[in-house]
């Protein structure tokens, strides 16, 4: 009975959140990257060092016409949302998908873009969000 207590407990605490950083200034985690937060806390002047402590790493750095510095944020959300005429929860893990219920997909986009003057601030951004 002991041992499996103590697999319980194990199973339980490896389970657990992994990113244990509060969504902050310096720890912003990648899947609350909202508009809101680019509204809230990007500012034209601001520092590059300040952009990437809030909004982290980007997915692409170019240049613009000027030789100026571009990052590209672009993020990407699925959800899957199934519900079933039955009671009780059930796994599939191999077999026929000819069962009676209700799928939903949906993707949410992010793409946030940040233009850099010589000095390494912000001299504009933009971003556009999508749900489909």
């Known amino acids: 009975m002991k041992v499996y207590l ?3 407990l194990g199973l339980l605490t490896a389970c657990g ?10 720890c912003m985690p990648a899947d609350q990257l909202t508009v809101g ?20 790493s980007p997915n692409i750095v170019s240049l613009d016409e000027n030789r100026d510095e571009v990052w590209v944020y672009d993020k990407i959300s699925s959800e899957v949302e199934y519900s079933s005429r039955g009671k ?14 209700y799928r939903k997909r949906s993707q949410k986009t992010l793409t946030i ?10 001299r504009d951004f933009t971003y556009h969000s999508s749900s489909f």
């Open 17 to 26: 959140p992994t990113n244990r950083c509060r969504p902050t200034r310096q």
């Open 6 to 8: 103590f697999l319980l």
């Open 113 to 122: 873009v940040v233009k850099f003057d010589e000095d390494k601030r912000v």
């Open 88 to 101: 009780g929860v059930w796994l599939v893990i191999v077999g026929d998908q000819s069962c009676s219920g």
């Open 37 to 56: 937060v680019v509204q809230r806390e990007v500012h034209i002047g601001m520092p590059a060092s300040d952009v990437a402590s809030i909004l982290g």
